[in-house]
T-cell receptor, first 115, second 110 residues
Framework: DTGVSQNPRHKITKRGQNVTFRCDPISEHNRLYWYRQTLGQGPEFLTYFQNEAQLEKSRLLSDRFSAERPKGSFSTLEIQRTEQGDSAMYLC?????????????FGQGTRLTVV | GDSVTQMEGPVTLSEEAFLTINCTYTATGYPSLFWYVQYPGEGLQLLLKATKADDKGSNKGFEATYRKETTSFHLEKGSVQVSDSAVYFCALSNFNKFYFGSGTKLNVKP
């Protein structure tokens, strides 16, 4: 399978705990995105990387959130001191731009439940 | 800022009925437009795309035409199937970011 892979698929954690999610993009895709999706809503942009450089972060991404892409391949998204409002589906996507605009390919997401 | 607005659901149709899901957008410059589909518990799958005005994207019997004059990208299918039941998202890509509508749930009954 050469699609975008996300792990874990599901995570249940207690409020106040830290969690980390991993995304493996399609090989050779140099752009990697993180989105958050809550029930009944479309995905909301969190951040994106061009290779290992984090180029933009949404205001949605509070100080408790941090993302890395250390070698320009896989990426991790960490949430510290989780809150119930963090419960959502976290989606990762990757792309290989051939111009200013190109499609993104999404993983199956990590569903986070904070109890 | 850039944004996408799509018709609210759910949309319930009988098998073989005609489908239209409306989508309009606001964007600076020259965005690309997309329709993605999401099945329960899954991520988003690209359904079709159009990269410039008057382009028509098509896939699996679905079509959408990029209308710059009306800033629209409506999704259509001539004859829906039960297997088309899913949530459909209209999206645009502009300056390295993707913006999504809130999704339209489609239920197709046998």
């Amino acid at each position: 399978d050469t699609g975008v892979s996300q792990n874990p698929r599901h995570k249940i954690t207690k409020r106040g705990q830290n969690v980390t999610f991993r995304c493996d993009p399609i090989s050779e895709h140099n752009r990697l995105y993180w989105y958050r999706q809550t029930l009944g809503q479309g995905p909301e942009f969190l951040t994106y990387f061009q290779n290992e450089a984090q180029l933009e972060k949404s205001r949605l991404l509070s100080d408790r959130f941090s993302a890395e892409r250390p070698k320009g391949s896989f990426s991790t998204l960490e949430i510290q001191r989780t809150e119930q409002g963090d419960s959502a589906m976290y989606l990762c996507a990757s792309s290989f731009p051939t111009g200013e605009n190109t499609e993104a390919f999404f993983g199956q997401g990590t569903r986070l439940t904070v109890v | 800022g850039d944004s996408v607005t799509q018709m609210e659901g759910p949309v319930t149709l009988s098998e073989e009925a005609f489908l239209t899901i409306n989508c309009t957008y606001t964007a600076t410059g020259y965005p690309s437009l997309f329709w993605y589909v999401q099945y329960p518990g899954e991520g988003l799958q690209l359904l079709l795309k159009a990269t410039k005005a008057d382009d028509k994207g098509s896939n699996k019997g679905f079509e959408a035409t990029y209308r710059k004059e009306t800033t629209s990208f409506h999704l259509e299918k001539g004859s829906v199937q039960v297997s088309d039941s899913a949530v459909y998202f209209c999206a645009l890509s502009n300056f390295n970011k993707f913006y999504f509508g809130s999704g339209t749930k489609l239920n197709v009954k046998p």
